[in-house]
């Protein structure tokens, strides 16, 4: 059955969708709301690194559970996490909080949010669950798709939201949480049973999840590079793209606040790079994988995203459009990484460590999304461009570590 009519599928499709949604609908707020409560570009992005900071902490423990006790458990536990961390994002910035309280929020919501990442474990292992080894790549692809479908709607509802009051995205982020919930408890069946532990308490290496170290590091690497930039866009956007369009009736006239005009050209950015990814990732990148392989592919994105990254900082003082065509074409090597990535991994382990393998490769990624946008803000005040010269580094890095190094593929 090919798998994009795989019924068992479709539920964690919804449930990604509607977790891409909440995150989306918060991002383009996120770091004006943090400029506006006073706080430094360097003091925003560790804020935004509260998020995988926690899913860095968690996520093995996450697989283990997911693995041991089930998806469905990691699933419920990990989706009422992310509607209470959202719920405190919006409690914090109601208007008579004071803004010790906002900050508050802001911060304890990140990290909740973050400690709800057995959502995304549970739903990777599920996909493993519900696919054969060689369909897992269109498998994996379809699952980011639909979490990209999620961010490109919730950017629009958040930006609008965003208009009214900055809070209102974290409520309706909460609802969209809320809902995942309440449909994993009624409709969703329990992929794989609660197991036994291994005989002894002792586990193999295929059972424990363990993944080469070059794949660990190159999911560190990339997500640390993805996160250089996404923590500053819209900051670059504010400081840096608005100045260049000098359309005195939409951007100098008395009723447009410059703030507005950032959060409107966020949201369109947001847009852009969603509809992109979901393109890719849903229907491209795993033809190309099944054509190439899955670390050909995955090293040759790493290649193309470097030079694109390298070449971005200058574009966005071009303007809109130019800007624009820079965030599609870094959406495409992103793709290619991401599900060459991730099939190769989901392969190397039997059905009893999805869970755990995908927790590993999670804490690997939250590393790295940790990292970038814990220096992102430092970078930015040096230069807006370094953030993105630094991820292209590392890519490059990369690129030449994942070249030189010779993986025995696993059929599992």
């Known amino acids: 059955m090919s798998t994009l009519h795989n019924r068992q599928l479709r539920p964690l499709l919804l449930i990604s969708f509607l977790s891409g949604l909440g995150y989306g609908l918060v991002f383009p707020v996120a770091a004006l709301y943090g400029e506006r409560l006073g706080l430094s570009p360097g003091w925003i992005t560790a804020i935004i690194a509260l998020h995988p900071g926690a899913r860095l902490l968690c996520g093995r423990w996450w697989g283990r ?3 041991r006790r089930g998806r469905r458990p990691a699933l419920l536990a990990g989706l009422a996490l992310q509607a209470i961390g959202h719920l405190l994002f919006a409690v914090g910035g109601i208007a008579g909080g004071g803004i010790n309280v906002a900050i508050a ?17 549970a739903v990777q292992a599920a996909v493993a669950d519900h696919t054969f080894p060689e369909d897992r790549a269109e498998g994996f692809g379809l ?13 629009i509802l958040g930006g609008a939201c965003g208009l009214l009051a900055l809070s209102l995205p974290g409520l309706v982020a909460a609802i969209c949480c809320a809902a995942g919930l309440c ?10 049973p609660a197991q036994p532990d291994p005989a002894g308490g002792q586990e193999t290496g295929s059972q424990t999840g363990a993944l080469p170290l070059p794949i660990l590091a190159t999911l560190c690497v990339s997500a640390t590079a ?6 500053v866009v819209p900051l670059a956007i504010r400081h840096v793209m608005v100045p260049t369009l000098a359309i005195p009736w939409m951007f100098h006239a008395p009723m447009v606040d410059p703030d507005d005009a950032a959060l409107l050209l966020t949201v369109g950015v947001i847009l852009l790079w969603g509809l992109t990814t979901a393109v890719w990732d849903g229907a491209l990148s795993a033809r190309v994988v099944r054509r190439f392989g899955a670390l050909p592919v995955a090293r040759a994105g790493l290649l193309l995203w470097a030079i694109v990254f390298a070449a971005t900082p200058p574009v966005y003082r071009l303007g809109l459009l130019p800007g624009a065509a820079a965030v599609a074409l870094a959406a495409i090597p992103v793709s290619l990484v991401g599900v060459g990535l991730i099939g190769w991994i989901s392969r190397q382990a039997g059905a009893a460590a999805q869970g755990r393998v995908s927790g590993a490769a999670q804490s690997a990624l939250a590393l790295g999304e940790f990292l970038g946008p814990l220096t ?28 030189a190094w010779r993986p025995r593929e696993a059929t599992a």
Not at 107 to 118: I, K, N
Request: hydrophobic share 50%; no cysteine; proline share 4%.
């Open 65 to 67: 559970l997911a693995d």
């Open 105 to 121: 929020g802001l911060a304890l919501g990140r990290l909740l949010t973050g400690l709800g990442g057995g959502e995304t474990v």
């Open 143 to 155: 699952y980011r798709a639909a979490t990209g479908l999620g961010m490109l709607s919730g950017p």
């Open 183 to 192: 449909y994993v408890a009624l409709a969703v069946p329990e992929s794989r």
């Open 226 to 231: 993805l996160t250089l930039a996404e923590s």
């Open 376 to 403: 992102a803000g430092s970078l930015y005040a040096i230069d807006y461009g370094l953030p993105w010269r630094a991820g292209a580094a590392l890519l490059l890095t990369a690129a030449v570590i994942q070249a």
